[in-house]
Nanobody, 126 residues
Framework: VQLQASGGGLVQAGGSLRHCCAA?????????MGWFRQAPGKEREFVAA????????YYADSVKGRFTISRDNAKNTVYLQMNSLKPEDTAVYYC????????????????????WGQGTQVTVSS
């Protein structure tokens, strides 16, 4: 399984960015997908997750109402739309695929994800 992420960048506070993550080598539509982030000197943390069918989504409290995760199973791609960005959102962002197919409830911990994309840097200036 390979995950190819894109969409990071530099943005001013209050701005928006959209991450994309394309999956190759597995039945994308059977796997829950998630986004995590890691700020300098901090542990990697959960940001958002979406069920394998796409009907359920979960967010960290810190991004709820500002970020939206979605997926297009026909394109084998998961997205993270980030609005109203804050300096504290600055981090390297990682997409991930669940370790097990058709997992339920939607996984929200690092250990439940078995496949990771390369990180993409997001920097939010104040």
């Amino acid at each position: 399984v390979q995950l190819q992420a894109s969409g990071g960048g530099l943005v001013q506070a209050g701005g928006s960015l959209r991450h994309c993550c394309a999956a190759y080598g597995h039945t994308f539509s059977s796997y829950a997908m998630g986004w995590f982030r890691q700020a300098p000197g901090k542990e990697r943390e959960f940001v958002a997750a979406i069920s394998w069918r796409g009907g359920s989504t979960y967010y960290a409290d810190s991004v709820k109402g500002r970020f939206t995760i979605s997926r297009d199973n026909a394109k084998n791609t998961v997205y993270l739309q980030m609005n109203s960005l804050k300096p504290e959102d600055t981090a390297v962002y990682y997409c991930a695929a669940a370790r097990d197919s058709r997992s339920w409830p939607v996984p929200r911990t690092l250990a439940e994800y078995g496949y990771w994309g390369q990180g993409t840097q997001v920097t939010v200036s104040s």
